[in-house]
């Protein structure tokens, strides 16, 4: 397996991988939210999309969202964000999520940062035992709701 900065033919793939791992979080085939999680093209144009990749596929993703990113949502200052971190049905078991967040986590050591931040539905325990193993503790008090029916918990460790 191999990270890396996301080319364009990986775009489309990073956009259905992502779709494919948050399935069972959306309320179905219409769920407006769908339309964003498929757009890897702009979370690369407006932030940092990374793929982990494997034969030519793209197993995983995740978007590094660095300073002056409209992605970021509870970081502060001196604060590293990812989001969307994604790692399809198929290829979970066998380190995808992990990697990416080593990736996550020493991209924003090189850069300085002092703490690394990232909210998640509170329905993705999954998600949440990975986050805990790389360290991540519950930020509660970032908690929010970014639309209506939507409950992001907070998380962040320091670097």
């Known amino acids: ?5 996301a080319a364009p033919e990986d775009l489309g793939p990073a956009g259905a991988v992502t779709v494919a791992a948050y399935a069972a979080f959306v309320t179905g085939e219409h769920d407006p939210y769908l339309d964003r999680l498929r757009d890897a093209a702009r979370r690369d144009r407006e932030a940092e999309l990374w793929v982990a990749v494997d ?12 300073p002056g990113s409209s992605w970021r949502e509870i970081s502060r200052a001196g604060e590293g964000e990812f989001r969307m ?8 078991g066998r380190g995808v ?3 990416l967040v080593d990736l996550v986590l020493d991209r924003f050591r ?5 703490a690394v931040v990232m909210s998640s539905l509170r ?3 999954d998600a949440h035992r990975l986050y805990a193993r790389a360290g991540f503790t519950r930020l509660p008090e970032r908690d929010f709701s970014p639309a209506p ?8 460790r320091d670097l």
């Open 85 to 92: 971190l994604a790692v399809h049905p198929a290829a979970r």
């Open 123 to 125: 329905e993705m325990a």
């Open 149 to 156: 029916d939507v409950q992001l918990i907070a998380f962040g």
């Open 1 to 5: 397996m191999r990270l890396r900065r």
């Open 97 to 99: 999520g992990a990697a």
């Open 110 to 114: 090189d850069d300085g940062a002092t």
């Open 55 to 66: 034969d030519g596929n793209v197993l995983g993703t995740v978007t590094i969202c660095p």
